[in-house]
């Protein structure tokens, strides 16, 4: 699922489902399910905030004019850009 939103966020690939739901919730001010925190399906808002994280890091490290000025002003963003990378097992890789 996260790297399912961050291929979406590189390449416009389809989203995740519970990035659809967090766009949506984002967009309407509203939970999936009606009722508060409590009454959404276990682990579903989780799901959300990861996939959301996930994109929203990875289009905002896209669209920087200076990536290492970036990953040193954003610790959160690059602590998930690395995460990211070593799900996809791209971190740590030397160029040969």
Same mark, same amino acid.
């Given at each position: 699922?996260?790297?399912?939103a961050?291929?979406?966020? =590189?390449?416009? %690939?389809?989203?995740p489902?519970?990035?659809?739901l967090?766009?949506q919730?984002? *967009?309407?001010? *509203?939970?999936?399910?009606? %009722? %508060?925190l409590? =009454? $959404? ?8 905030t990861?996939?959301l994280?996930?994109? =929203?890091?990875? @289009? ?12 040193? *002003?954003?610790?959160q %963003? ?14 740590? @890789? $030397?160029?040969?």
């Amino acid at each position: 699922m996260i790297l399912a939103a961050a291929a979406c966020a =590189d390449s416009g %690939g389809p989203p995740p489902p519970e990035l659809e739901l967090a766009w949506q919730a984002r *967009t309407w001010s *509203t939970l999936p399910e009606p %009722g %508060g925190l409590r =009454d $959404q399906r276990a682990g579903e808002l989780r799901r959300m905030t990861a996939a959301l994280n996930a994109y =929203d890091t990875i @289009k905002e490290f896209h669209e920087s004019n200076n990536w290492e000025q970036w990953t040193r *002003t954003h610790p959160q %963003g690059r602590a998930i850009l690395a995460y990211v990378l070593r799900l996809r097992g791209e971190y740590g @890789k $030397q160029d040969d």
